[in-house]
């Protein structure tokens, strides 16, 4: 008898999942990981544990903690699977040294994509069986059933994005005793149910919750999910065919067969409609610190609630990324580090880049009068930090000291010694927090937050239709924000030198947040941008500063890329799994 190919856990395993932080909120309970099915939803507290459960893994994806070796030591993310950074410890054999080196394939690939979505939507489905008989009122049960359903096309949502086309297993629970023989949909088949799922449940939820619900599903959500799967499903990695043009067994499977234009126009609207809720905005503070441009930025990370966050990914107190990013000194360890590429993409705080004449970059001062957005994403050598106990900051020494007879990092922080590109990741880290001093933050990580809803519309208004008023003003909206003076963009710009525009202020506003490795995929551009030798930054202190670029990695990319390989002891349980091409 086969195996199933889709993941099954037990009542009891549902019950005992728990996050890396203390949950707060909803997601604030008492597991208990001894119930049976009958104890389990014959309890409303004990089932709307098991739905709050589901919910643990909603941020997995874009986790900066995602890949990791083997002793549990060193994290990295899609930042270090892409060209945005280098990961810890690259000697390790880990998810994104296999991306980065193009050494990725079904024998070795993370199976956490598939495991994961899967076991939570056999979850969902359990809870929907068993909703008649838990004892909520019925608005309850209206509202959870929305929830779970949303979580359903969610995981759903990220199956796709891995894959492309997968099964479908609608409300079917399977168990180890079930001789499954799966088959995967076509991905019009896979968009398809996930649109009607997310259109069910935004009929029914509240637009934004408040209070001890912030974070559960709502219609923004719904919403602002829908737009990013029509967003994917225009874009060209899964249209002709995508990356199995021609071949008629896996040409409607893992994008859609032909060609429609309308589908930029459809995710357009979709993005359109999330605006048109007036539930959210871009976050902007110019009073707390007048002086920094942009600092909100910087501070809508630090802040549990704002104007900005869709679906947060919820947790307790935390030194989450300050324990990953921040520099030795601080207590940081084990994350990943940027490359000097990244650096180089973020213009001057006029707008133009440094590379242009007219910019005002001055090589000898690298880091003077960028977009702000790169101060507060990226730590450099003499980033100033606060030292904690003070409000004086004081300068990261990063640099290789000269002076001497030889030349010596100038601290643990300093470049090849506590970072491989003499960078750090500043994104998101809290600046008042320090991990290995007092002090915690009531952050909580995004999962959608609305400046990407912005982005989305932006670029599928320009692929629809063209750089409309609409599309210069979203942009233009996220650059102000940002902090850059003069924000405005150039007058008549062409189709495609706004496409330049937009994809260039998602790697900027969206980085180290894990889209940019999907990005680069759905645009069809990975072959590029992923094939490349990527680089850091010495900075050496003596006789004057010198800035020298040194080659830290060169990345590889074979065009089987694009999508996942489906994990092969998921194909050897069921051969009727089609692999995906190039395989």
């Not at 990791?68 to 810890?88: F, I, K, M, Q, V």
Request: neutral net charge; aromatic residues 10%; charged residues 20%.
């Amino acid at each position: 008898m086969k195996k199933p190919a889709i993941a099954v856990l037990t009542i009891a395993a549902l019950l005992a999942l728990t996050t890396a932080c203390k949950k707060t909120s909803f997601l604030d309970q008492t597991v208990t990981s001894s119930l049976d099915e009958n104890s389990t939803f014959s309890d409303s507290s004990n089932a709307m544990q098991f739905l709050n459960n589901i919910y643990v893994d909603i941020g997995f994806a874009s986790d900066p903690r995602r890949f990791t070796n083997s002793a549990g030591t060193y994290w990295g993310g899609l930042e270090a699977a892409c060209d945005e950074a280098e990961g810890p410890n690259a000697a390790s054999t880990n998810g994104f040294i296999q991306f980065a080196t193009g050494s990725v394939n079904p024998t070795v690939v993370p199976d956490d994509a598939w495991k994961k979505c899967y076991t939570d939507i056999r979850a969902v489905n359990q809870f929907l069986k068993h909703l008649p008989v838990i004892p909520f009122n019925k608005a309850l049960k209206t509202q959870v059933s929305a929830e779970a359903r949303f979580l359903r096309a969610w995981y759903y949502s990220i199956l796709m994005q891995h894959y492309g086309g997968v099964p479908l297993i609608g409300d079917t629970i399977y168990t180890s005793a079930n001789n499954i023989e799966v088959q995967r949909n076509t991905y019009k088949e896979c968009v398809n149910y996930v649109l009607s799922e997310l259109d069910m449940a935004a009929a029914v939820l509240p637009t934004t919750w408040t209070g001890a619900q912030y974070g559960r599903a709502s219609r923004g959500a719904c919403m602002a999910v829908k737009a990013r799967v029509l967003l994917f499903a225009a874009s060209p990695l899964f249209n002709k065919g995508g990356m199995a043009a021609g071949d008629a067994n896996l040409a409607g499977i893992v994008a859609y067969p032909d060609a429609d234009p309308n589908r930029w126009q459809l995710a357009a609207d979709a993005a359109r409609a999330v605006i048109a809720l007036n539930a959210y905005q871009l976050f902007v503070d110019s009073t707390s610190k007048p002086g920094e441009l942009g600092y909100g930025f910087q501070e809508l990370f630090t802040k549990r609630y704002n104007t900005e966050y869709i679906l947060p990914r919820m947790m307790g107190d935390n030194k989450y990324l300050e324990s990953l990013w921040d520099v030795p000194s601080r207590g940081g360890s084990g994350g990943s580090f940027p490359y000097q590429e990244m650096v180089d993409a973020f213009p001057m705080s006029n707008g133009l880049e440094i590379t242009d004449p007219a910019s005002g970059y001055d090589p000898q001062n690298p880091y003077q009068n960028r977009d702000p957005r790169f101060g507060y994403s990226i730590m450099h050598d003499s980033t100033m930090r606060v030292t904690f106990g003070t409000n004086q900051p004081s300068p990261l020494q990063l640099y290789i000291n000269t002076a001497g007879t030889s030349a010596v990092a100038s601290s643990g922080d300093a470049v090849y010694k506590g970072t491989p590109t003499g960078l750090y990741i500043y994104k998101m880290v809290d600046p008042n927090v320090i991990n290995n001093s007092v002090g915690n933050t009531a952050r909580v990580l995004p999962v959608i937050r609305y400046a990407e809803v912005v982005l989305n519309f932006a670029e599928a208004t320009n692929e629809a239709v063209g750089p409309t008023a609409e599309v210069y003003q979203s942009i233009e909206a996220i650059r102000q924000r940002a902090g850059l003076r003069p924000w405005q963009l150039p007058a008549g710009l062409s189709q495609e030198q706004m496409r330049t525009v937009i994809r260039k202020e998602r790697r900027l506003e969206l980085a180290f947040e894990g889209f940019r490795f999907w990005d680069v995929r759905r645009w069809l551009i990975a072959d590029q941008t992923e094939n490349q030798t990527m680089h850091g930054m010495e900075v050496s202190r003596g006789q004057g500063v010198v800035y020298k670029p040194f080659v830290v990695r060169k990345h590889n990319f074979t065009n089987a890329m694009y999508l996942w390989p489906i994990p092969l002891p998921e194909i050897a349980k069921s051969p009727e799994l089609l692999q995906n091409p190039l395989y």
